[in-house]
């Protein structure tokens, strides 16, 4: 005797129980994994051929956090036309395991392709400015930002920087971990650089 049954997205095992008289003792339980590349129909052997009138119980053994474990498993690149395109082998962001890496952010204008001019504080708002665009099409935003890291061609400018940082993060939502850097240098001659970790 064989049974089709319809299996929901969710479901990871499907257990059927064959009983004859108690269904309270479940006896003849066959348990059979998914498979995932062929969700629809599940085409199941009870095992009661000799058996003149075997019951059949179907149960759905769905794991509730499947799903959750799916999109903690994918890996999805993030590109957006606001915010300046890779100019390297990187990609802008990358979210994966329910959170978003975001690579480091230079001043540079999504527009005219060039740092803007100014110097460090314009620069910093375009940085913030460029990362808020690439978390909001990571579906993200920047009260969700666990962890920054920043790089500055010259440790001199680091109040500034600090300023306006501090008005594109809230105390309310709580400010994010962070690291400071002086380097020698930046992609294109950029005063200041950073990259962040946030939430999804």
């Known amino acids: 005797m064989y049974f089709k049954c319809i299996v929901p997205k969710s479901a990871e095992f499907v257990t059927v129980f064959c009983v004859d008289t108690d269904i309270a003792t479940l006896p003849n339980r066959e348990t059979c994994r998914v498979n995932p590349h062929a969700r629809s129909y599940l085409l199941l052997s009870s095992g009661q051929e000799n058996r003149s009138n075997p019951y059949l119980v179907l149960c759905m053994q769905a794991d509730e956090h499947t799903d959750k474990k799916q999109k903690m498993a994918q890996r999805e690149v993030i590109a957006t036309s606001y915010a300046p395109a890779a100019i390297g082998p990187y990609s802008q962001a990358v979210k994966a395991g329910g959170f978003v890496f975001v690579s480091g952010c230079i001043g540079m204008s999504p527009e005219t392709k060039a740092i803007v001019p100014g110097g460090v504080g314009p620069e910093c708002r375009q940085v913030l400015s460029n990362m808020k665009a690439v978390l909001e099409a990571a579906g993200s935003d920047m ?31 709580g400010y994010p971990a962070r690291a400071t850097y002086a380097v020698a240098g930046l992609p294109l001659g950029a005063l200041v650089e950073i990259e962040a970790v946030a939430l999804a």
Do not use: P, Q, R, W
């Not at 440790?155 to 939502?173: K, L, P, Q, R, T």
């Open 143 to 173: 009260a969700k930002v666990c962890k920054t890291t920043i790089l500055l061609k010259d440790m001199s400018s680091f109040a500034e920087v600090n300023g306006i940082y501090g008005e594109y993060f809230s105390a309310e939502a």
